[in-house]
């Protein structure tokens, strides 16, 4: 895999274009995606959703996963560290998470064919294809579809993704994860 150290893309306008109509931006970031800045976002969220307890739960949940697979897996990369950028928002009905990151096409391919996977299964058979993933063989590269697996599964929503060509190397990837505010 070819790991580039930085693009020339500014990742918060590529997420701004996805932003629900009427949407309102609670957080947003673009960096290095450390353990030390996860924090720094799970203490954005409870600021921003500790009034409705069922969203708030799903969203650190989600935002775990997912910024556990910016760290690990995006091809901008400064420190040994992922580089990506999210946004918190909320319309009147729910908060959603933008979270985007840099991922060769090669890559690409592949992780799109899991997304349209996990995006066919219901709930139940999910379930079990987690627990299969779950069960391979160590050092079998299992790639991010595990979190995609239980974002899907939190959500109960399919996977919502977008994808703007860098070059012909690269692209961005985009994830668009709602949370109902009443659930």
Same mark, same amino acid.
């Given at each position: 895999m070819?790991?580039r150290?930085s693009?020339?893309?500014?990742?918060?306008?590529l997420?701004k274009e996805?932003m629900?109509?009427?949407a309102?931006?609670?957080?947003?970031?673009?960096?290095?995606f450390? @353990?030390? @800045?996860i924090?720094?976002?799970?203490t954005?969220?409870?600021?921003?959703?500790?009034?409705?307890?069922s969203?708030?739960?799903?969203?650190?949940?989600?935002?775990? $996963?997912?910024?556990?697979?910016v760290?690990?897996?995006?091809?901008?990369?400064?420190e040994?560290?992922?580089v990506?950028?999210?946004?918190?928002?909320?319309?009147e009905?729910?908060f959603?998470?933008?979270m985007?990151?840099?991922?060769?096409? @090669?890559?690409?391919?592949?992780?799109?064919?899991?997304c349209?996977?996990?995006n066919?299964l219901?709930r139940?058979s999910?379930?079990?294809f987690k627990r299969?993933?779950?069960?391979l063989?160590?050092?079998?590269n299992?790639g #991010?579809h595990i979190g995609?697996i239980?974002v #899907?599964?939190?959500t109960k929503?399919?996977?919502?993704?977008?994808i703007?060509?860098?070059?012909?190397?690269?692209?961005?990837?985009i994830?668009?994860?709602?949370v $109902?505010?009443i659930s």
């Amino acid at each position: 895999m070819e790991i580039r150290t930085s693009f020339d893309i500014n990742q918060l306008e590529l997420l701004k274009e996805e932003m629900p109509a009427k949407a309102k931006v609670l957080f947003q970031y673009q960096g290095v995606f450390s @353990k030390e @800045k996860i924090k720094d976002f799970l203490t954005e969220i409870s600021n921003h959703t500790s009034s409705w307890p069922s969203a708030h739960k799903k969203l650190y949940y989600i935002l775990i $996963e997912l910024a556990q697979n910016v760290s690990k897996y995006s091809n901008w990369r400064e420190e040994d560290q992922g580089v990506g950028s999210f946004i918190l928002g909320e319309t009147e009905k729910e908060f959603f998470f933008l979270m985007g990151n840099v991922i060769s096409n @090669k890559a690409l391919q592949v992780l799109l064919k899991k997304c349209d996977i996990i995006n066919s299964l219901d709930r139940e058979s999910l379930r079990l294809f987690k627990r299969q993933q779950r069960n391979l063989i160590p050092g079998t590269n299992r790639g #991010a579809h595990i979190g995609l697996i239980m974002v #899907a599964l939190t959500t109960k929503k399919p996977l919502d993704i977008r994808i703007k060509q860098i070059n012909s190397d690269f692209s961005y990837f985009i994830l668009n994860v709602g949370v $109902e505010k009443i659930s």
